[in-house]
């Protein structure tokens, strides 16, 4: 039973460029949660989409956005990337209304 | 604002001996915590949770304490193995399913 997939593994952009991150969730997981960790830090909550819908949302400006597909796969874009983006990645599936979440192994982003 | 914190950024512990990671929290409407474990290149993997109408909770050789007038928790790790050496965050939640992680501590167990 695969768990959750994410690609790419490591992506370099370039300051103003966009990016898009995709997401497969674990199987039987319908519930779809992203994080950032810069160096150093621990995961910071980005959003959670849950029926195609954005449910929640961290302190994140609007250059972040998602979109949740009817398979529960998932999307992060960013756009008008600045350097401070540049951070590892996590994208995290569960079952609604649980805390059972899996993580994958993440995108490493760098901007240049 | 950091709501979760790990002060400890390091430990080191002698494989056989207990490892004690500790965590303090200041959002009183916290009422779940959880602790991860991450290597490098992985994404973090669940070792267990507690709810705060708890005071302990028992996983093998995992044990988490919560003490809630002190907003402080802690995990214990009994006995040590090398295999135990990776990065542990804290995480709590509010009841809405979004996780605060603390900044991690990186536990070394020494053969």
């Known amino acids: 039973d695969a768990g959750v997939t994410q690609s790419p593994t490591h992506l370099i952009k370039t300051r103003g460029q966009q990016v898009t991150l995709r997401c497969s969730p674990k199987s039987g997981h319908d519930t779809v949660s992203w994080y950032q960790q810069a160096l150093g830090q621990g995961p910071q909550f980005i959003f959670q989409y849950y029926e195609e819908e954005e449910r929640q949302r961290g302190n994140f400006p609007d250059r972040f956005s998602g979109h949740q597909f009817p398979n529960y796969s998932s999307e992060l874009n960013v756009n008008a990337l600045l350097l401070g983006d540049s951070a590892l990645y996590l994208c995290?599936?569960?079952?609604?209304?649980?805390?059972?979440?899996?993580f994958g192994s993440g995108t490493r982003l760098t901007v240049v | 604002d950091q709501q979760v914190k790990q002060n400890s950024p390091s430990l080191s512990v002698q494989e056989g001996r207990i490892s004690i990671l500790n965590c303090d929290y200041t959002n009183s409407m916290f009422d779940y915590f959880l602790w991860y474990k991450k290597y490098p290149a992985e994404g973090p993997t669940f070792l267990i949770s507690?709810?705060?109408?708890?005071d302990k909770n028992e996983d093998g050789r995992f044990t988490v304490f919560l003490n809630k007038s002190a907003k402080h928790l802690s995990l214990h790790i009994v006995p040590s193995q090398p295999g135990d050496s990776a990065v542990y965050f804290c995480a709590a939640s509010d009841g809405n399913e979004k996780l605060t992680f603390g900044t991690g501590t990186r536990l070394t167990i020494i053969p």
């Open positions: 995290a599936s569960s079952v609604r209304d649980t805390y059972g979440y899996t």
């Open positions: 507690i709810s705060s109408i708890k």
